[in-house]
């Protein structure tokens, strides 16, 4: 493997900055919060950090809706602070990269104020403005240019009354959509993109860079469909590659909601110079309702899961992928696909055993790596996050009732993942001294770094474990994939192999005991992680490793 994909083998960690730590004591978590647990992160041994924007922001959707593309908020810090983040990490040997979100800006980006001042701005092409349908009038019901709904609930357009016509966004109605037609916009995204690389950053994650390239003209229809991966999309990532990305030993990877593998594997070919590696969706669509948003959850059927898995394993050939069960938009997985009561440990470290020990970038998101839950939701006053703020108001107006709109959120909503880092057992886990703005989980007297640190049974140990197999098992980074007991519904296990090495990685994904017989080919194979048994107890896992020739 060349120097230049030192990512292949590397683990990546996402901050959430507003809940990771509190340096003062405001209840928001900021980058000295961060500069103080670089001992911690290293200890788990990550190579690569990834801040969710720290940019500045009216937080609408919690700093994805960006006003000033190279300031930072004054709830996380100054870029002074940002610049001591980076020398910090880098003087580790830890790399850091940041979110980039220009699909969309802030409704108070001055690029958007000036574009919204009148129709022969300059500027008024940086966005996508409609005039009303044909036949009503502007801003009356049903006056939209076309039928599209926005993500996170209502239309995707937003009338503006100073100018008399319609905005497009494709999430809440404060992130207006860029259009990238434009080149003024590209050539302005790069020179920002840019001048944060001479700052010294490592790249970048790319916030759903796939709905750039926008499908005209604009109908009636299925948004998501018309929107993603429009003809462009290559042309302007291949653009940004040159002017921005070439050459510099950065690592990349473009999140893409209703991305096929055929296109991730075009957007990820080395040969053809876009990105590194995307984040795929259709593993975390598997436990809703077919054809139903994911407001109506059904238990993960675990054989399409591995048939997914496994199609992406193999499908991915001369591109890359990254490997996620967690991040800010996704509850807590040992809530969601384990078992967080009698088996949260062992069920913890069989999703980790199973994610880690495939092909492509690992991701862990914070408190991941102690087995963090969701968090016991009991009152709509609760929730923080504007997406289910605004399913409670979409569903009430459906006529659904409260307790069902509860389940849903429980099983659902983003801020099971946003509540504070649980550091410790102190008042509020360590992560502020002041009243944090989402609530800390209770559990956090049980479940919290320094006891996870403490105990070398802890999940926190299995990860360490995990990524320093990545570090050193050239299989794990290289091997091919085959699945094994491809219909089993309880077991999840597959085959690493290559000319020399062979690695069998099994995890018994149920709450009862399961048996598997180890092949021949493996007996007398080295434990790599875990605890090796023909009769598995419920979530115990295991990799199991053998030179090709016995
Ligand atoms: O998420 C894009 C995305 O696909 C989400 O809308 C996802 O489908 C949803 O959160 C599932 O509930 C990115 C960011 O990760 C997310 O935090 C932002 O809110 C969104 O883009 C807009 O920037």
């Given amino acids: ?22 340096s003062n004591g405001d209840g928001v978590g900021d980058l000295r919060g961060i500069l103080a647990k670089l001992d911690y992160l290293q200890h788990l041994g990550v190579d690569v950090l990834w801040l969710s924007p720290v940019y500045k922001s009216p937080q609408d959707d919690n700093g994805y809706d960006i006003s000033d593309y190279e300031d930072i908020d004054p709830v996380f810090g100054t870029l002074a602070d940002i610049d001591e983040l980076i020398s910090a990490v880098h003087a580790r040997g830890m790399r850091l990269v940041m979110d980039l979100v220009v699909n969309h800006s802030s409704d108070e980006h001055p690029w958007f104020l000036e574009s919204r001042a009148s129709r022969d701005n300059p500027k008024r092409d940086w966005y996508w403005w409609r005039p009303a349908r044909d036949g009503f009038e502007p801003g009356a019901p049903g006056a939209e240019p076309t039928n599209w709904r926005a993500y996170f609930s209502g239309s995707a357009w937003e009338f503006d009354s100073t100018t008399g016509e319609y905005f497009l966004h494709q999430f809440t109605r404060r992130q207006p959509d860029l259009n990238w037609e434009n080149p003024d916009v590209r050539r302005a995204v790069y020179d920002m993109m840019n001048r944060w690389i001479e700052r010294g950053v490592d790249g970048f994650r790319m916030d759903v860079i796939n709905l750039l390239s926008k499908t005209e003209p604009f109908t009636d229809g299925h948004m998501y469909f018309a929107m993603a991966n429009g003809p462009r999309m290559h042309e302007f990532l291949q653009e940004m590659n040159r002017q921005v990305l070439a050459g510099k030993g950065l690592i990349t990877v473009g999140e893409m909601p209703g ?47 591995k048939a997914n898995l496994a199609k992406w394993q193999t499908g991915i050939v001369n591109g890359w992928n990254s490997l996620y069960w967690n991040n800010h938009d996704q509850p807590r997985s040992v809530s969601r696909w384990g078992n967080d009561r009698e088996y949260r440990v062992q069920s913890a470290k069989a999703w980790a055993t199973v994610l880690h020990l495939m092909r492509g970038t690992p991701y862990v998101y914070q408190g991941e790596e102690i087995g963090m839950t969701n968090f016991p939701f009991t009152s709509f006053e609760q929730f923080r996050d504007v997406e289910s703020l605004n399913w409670i108001a979409e569903a009430r107006a459906k006529g659904v009732d409260d307790p069902t709109i509860m389940n849903s959120l429980r099983a659902r909503s983003r801020d099971n993942s946003r509540t504070p880092m649980q550091w410790d ?15 800390v989980n209770p559990n956090h007297a049980k479940v919290n ?13 299995h990860y360490r474990r995990l990524i320093e197999l990545r570090h050193t098992m050239p299989i794990v980074v290289a091997g091919d994939f085959q699945l094994l007991v491809a219909e089993d519904p309880k077991l999840f296990a597959y085959l690493r192999t290559s000319d020399d090495e062979r690695m069998l990685v099994v995890a018994n994904m149920s709450n009862v005991e399961v048996r598997f017989a180890v092949p021949d080919d493996f007996s007398g194979g080295e434990v790599l992680v875990g605890t090796l048994s023909e009769t598995l107890a419920p979530w115990q896992s295991y990799a199991l490793y053998a030179s090709a020739h016995g």
């Fill in 259 to 305: 991305v096929t593998v055929e296109q991730a594997e075009h957007y990820t070919d080395p040969a053809r110079h876009e990105l590194n590696m995307v984040f795929t969706f259709e593993h975390m669509h598997l436990d809703a309702v077919p054809g139903e948003p994911k407001w109506s959850p059904r238990p993960l059927p675990l054989v399409e899961l």
């Fill in 425 to 439: 057992d102190s008042r509020h886990a360590g992560f502020t001294t002041g009243d944090p703005w989402i609530t």
């Fill in 1 to 22: 493997m060349s120097a230049e994909s030192w990512w292949k083998s590397a683990v990546v960690y996402q901050i959430y900055p507003r809940s990771f730590a509190d």
């Fill in 449 to 461: 770094a320094a006891a996870a640190v403490a105990d070398p049974e802890s999940v926190f140990h």
